[in-house]
T-cell receptor
Framework: GEDVEQSLFLSVREGDSSVINCTYT??????LYWYKQEPGAGLQLLTY?????DMKQDQRLTVLLNKKDKHLSLRIADTQTGDSAIYFC????????????FGAGTTVTVRA | NAGVTQTPKFQVLKTGQSMTLQCAQD?????MSWYRQDPGMGLRLIHY???????DQGEVPNGYNVSRSTTEDFPLRLLSAAPSQTSVYFC???????????????FGSGTRLTVV
């Protein structure tokens, strides 16, 4: 089965880089996603990575995937107050791409 | 382009009452899903549909029913509300196949339900 784990909290100073980590257990993952949830809102897709890639960069966001260790990370460069939110790691599996399996979410707090 | 629309945004129910959470999307997405979000547990899949007329159970289906008579609508029915169903409910939709892989799911803004 699938299981996605994340640390629950991260505090970072404005202007520093944030790194949010995620581990997953199912080696048949096809795509891995990072979603952002602002207070009172739904989830917004930030970025994704295909399981045969090691890295993906998109402006301030860098996703690193270590398939051997089943470890995914999201780095946010130059963190701003608007980056304060809950960040969810999620995966879809080759066998059932209709289903997203989510981690519990990491609450990122940006302090001045 | 409205995306995924959920109604109501807030609801308080008494134990034993029934109600329907509405979800509509205007993107012609094949896949639609209902998730519930509880603190420290991420989002858990309640029911999903891969197309009109097709529905199936997710991880936590007990106490909920769904139907998919059209591509656009995917209502979630609570049959007899219980305090354990107090949660935030999200509807989401996506293209299928390579579409869901590359674009992920589009989420509604959620329904916050309290059962007393």
């Amino acid at each position: 089965g699938e299981d996605v784990e994340q640390s629950l909290f991260l505090s970072v100073r404005e202007g520093d880089s944030s790194v949010i980590n995620c581990t997953y257990t199912d080696s048949s993952s096809t795509y891995l996603y990072w979603y952002k949830q602002e207070p009172g809102a739904g989830l917004q897709l930030l970025t994704y990575i295909f399981s045969n890639m090691d890295m993906k960069q998109d402006q301030r966001l860098t996703v690193l995937l270590n398939k051997k260790d089943k470890h995914l990370s999201l780095r946010i460069a130059d963190t701003q107050t608007g980056d304060s939110a809950i960040y969810f790691c999620a995966e879809t599996l080759r066998s059932n791409d209709y289903k997203l399996s989510f981690g519990a979410g990491t609450t990122v707090t940006v302090r001045a | 382009n409205a995306g995924v629309t959920q109604t109501p945004k807030f609801q308080v129910l008494k134990t034993g009452q029934s109600m329907t959470l509405q979800c509509a999307q205007d993107m012609n997405h094949e896949y639609m899903s209902w998730y519930r979000q509880d603190p420290g547990m991420g989002l858990r899949l309640i029911h999903y549909s891969v197309g009109a007329g097709i529905t199936d159970q997710g991880e936590v289906p007990n106490g909920y029913n769904v139907s998919r008579s059209t591509t656009e609508d995917f209502p979630l029915r609570l049959l007899s509300a219980a305090p354990s169903q107090t949660s935030v409910y999200f509807c989401a939709s996506s293209y299928k196949g390579q579409g869901v892989n590359r674009h992920g799911y589009t989420f509604g803004s959620g329904t916050r339900l309290t059962v007393v």
